[in-house]
Every structure is written in C-alpha cells, then in structure tokens.
C-alpha cells in the first residue's frame, strides 16, 4: 500500500514540475537521486563517473518535464535513462585501459567511505575484502545482466519494471537474471 | 512440488524466494520440498547467500554538491537557450529600430519648400526695384 502511494506521489509530483513546479522537482530529486547514484556505480564503480551520469539523469528529467505522461510508474523511467546512459558509457569506454587505473583510484576512496565505519581494523579488512570480491563478481557479468541485477536486487523491481528499464520482454530478464545469478553463485560461492 | 531444476518455473521461483516475494504458500511448499530434496536445498542455499552477499557491494554516499553541480547545470543549459535563440534576436530589433528612425528623420517634408520659394521671389523683386531707382539716379536726364 506504501509503495502504491509513493509511486503515485512521484507522478503526482513530475505532473507538477511539468506545470513549472521546481519544488516538486527538488522533491523528487531527494526521493531518487541515492538510489540513481548507487545503481550507477554499481554498474560503473567509478564515484565522479557515477555522480556525473546520475546528474544527466535528473538533467533529462528536468528537460523533458513539459512532455512528461504518467504512462509507466516514475522510477521504472528514471531507471530506463539510467540504465540507457550507463550501457553507453560503458560501450564508449570500453577500450580505455587509462580507465581501469583511475576506476581503481576512485573505488578506494569509495572504499575508505565504505569501511572506516567498522570498529576494528580486522572488521575493516574483511569488509573491504568481502567488497572487493562482490564487487568483481558483479564487474564480470555482462552490461545487461549486471543492470537487471542490480534493480531485482537492490531496487527491488518487478520484472516487467526491470523488462521496460531494459527495453526487453519479460522472459527475456528472467532469462538474464537467471544466468546472471548462476554466475554469482558460483564466483562467490567459496565466500560461504 | 517437483525439483527446481526440473520445474519450468523452478528459475523464478528460485529468484522470488530469494528476493522474497514468494507468497507464504509458496513458501511452505518450497521449504517442505528442500527438507528432502539435497540438490534443490543447495541450490536454495547458493542462491541465498549470493542474494545476501550482494548487501556487501555497498555504495558511497552521494557527494554533498550534488545537487549544487545539478541546478548550476540546468542554468547554464537554460542560459544557453536564451543565448542560442534570443540573443541575436535583441540587437537586430534594435537596429531595425534605430535604422527606421534615422530614415524618417532624413526625408524632407513636402509642404516646406513652398514658403521659402515665394520669400526668394519677393527679394528679388525688391533687389531689382532697388537697382532701377540707383540707376535712375545715375542718369543725366534725372540730375538735370
């Protein structure tokens, strides 16, 4: 019931920004702009790479406001621009070993975010070791995969959101979430 | 319930159990099966604590200019409308503007032409009068 109210909040509000409201599109903003940087940089773990497609998203809402129809919920459309930029940028920069080098920089400073906040530095070490071995296993899936992972799991979708995010049929994500978690199971099974 | 692996809806029901979204039926029927089943039970297990293992792929905090960095992006795209379309558009009015003015101020009118004409007549005619009188003045037959 929650969740039924809050999506139809979200159109609700993204009909007002499209009457010219920017507060309902800073409202907006706060509601998704974690969950759009976290998907982004789980699929590209790189925090400004990440940051900077995640404004693009929130940037192509803002733009296209005037033409906005509530057709399909808010979040499944916020995920599709997502999703769409971060397939091309990983397309576009698929060659760049530079890329690599700088990726890892940024993903320790993430990391150190992500870790100093255990108690001891035992704590610490598993966590990051834990992180780096999650991390690498959702790096190794295919683009396609790694995204309809990464909203079954972490966003919770249903598969006909994950199905319009990816511009696919509904058997076809079962198909890539099956497969991708096959793979998960089985690179992150000597962790149990 | 038949095996996962032999079940045709066994990936899905593999994927909602883990993400929990298996109704309490569906559940109870699964777990009843996996008490007996070895291979369905690993399966489950493996499943289960991939799921839970994703928990430690966290992800930073979102940086606190975030949003500065997102508004002053939507100014300067909007700054760049104006100065795409409408820029141009204000020193060109202004000229045609300035140009429309400067011409009528230069036309010269009509009607005015018509005074100055008659006031040359009338100082000729009173030029050549005078010079008659000088000349008549001049004359023999006058002096005498």
Redesign the interface.
């Given at each position: 019931m929650e969740a039924v109210a809050a999506l139809e909040r979200d159109a609700e509000l993204m009909l007002r920004v499209r009457e010219g409201d920017e507060t309902s599109f800073a409202l907006l903003l706060e509601r998704h702009r974690r969950p759009v940087v976290h998907f982004l940089y789980r699929m590209i773990p790189n925090q400004a790479v990440s940051e900077e497609l995640a404004q693009e998203v929130f940037l192509r809402v803002y733009r296209s406001r005037e033409k906005y129809e509530p057709t399909a919920k808010f979040s499944t459309w916020l995920f599709r621009i997502a999703t769409h930029l971060a397939l091309n940028w990983i397309r576009d920069n698929k060659n760049e070993k530079k890329q690599e080098s700088l990726s890892d920089e940024l993903i320790d400073g993430a990391e150190r975010q992500i870790t100093d906040a255990e108690p001891t530095v035992e704590a610490r070490m598993l966590r990051q070791a834990k992180f780096d071995e999650v991390r690498r296993a959702v790096e190794a899936l295919p683009e396609k995969q790694r995204a309809a992972v990464l909203m079954h799991k972490y966003e919770g979708f249903e598969y006909t959101q994950i199905a319009r995010a990816l511009s696919c049929s509904e058997s076809a994500v079962k198909s890539l979430l099956f497969r991708a978690y096959e793979s998960l199971r089985g690179r992150l099974a000597h962790m149990a | 319930m038949t095996c996962i692996t032999k079940n045709e809806d066994g990936?899905?029901i593999?994927?909602d159990y883990?993400?929990g979204k298996l109704n309490q039926a569906q559940i109870i029927q699964l777990e009843s099966h996996i008490q007996s089943c070895e291979e369905c039970r690993h399966l489950v297990e493996?499943?289960k604590?991939?799921?839970e293992?994703?928990d430690?792929?966290?992800?930073?905090?979102?940086?606190a200019n975030?949003?500065r960095?997102?508004y002053a992006?939507?100014t300067e795209?909007k700054q760049s409308f104006w100065a795409r379309w409408w820029k141009p558009v204000v020193p060109i009015g202004l000229a045609a503007a300035a140009l429309s003015f400067a011409l009528l101020m230069r036309t010269p009118d009509p009607m005015d032409s018509a005074p100055k004409q008659t006031k040359i007549e009338k100082a000729d005619i009173d030029h050549l009068e005078q010079t008659l009188d000088d000349i008549d003045m001049l004359t023999p037959s006058s002096a005498m």
């Open positions: - | 990936a899905e593999l994927l883990s993400a493996a499943q604590f991939a799921f293992a994703l430690d792929f966290r992800a930073p905090e979102v940086s975030f949003d960095k997102l992006r939507i795209e």
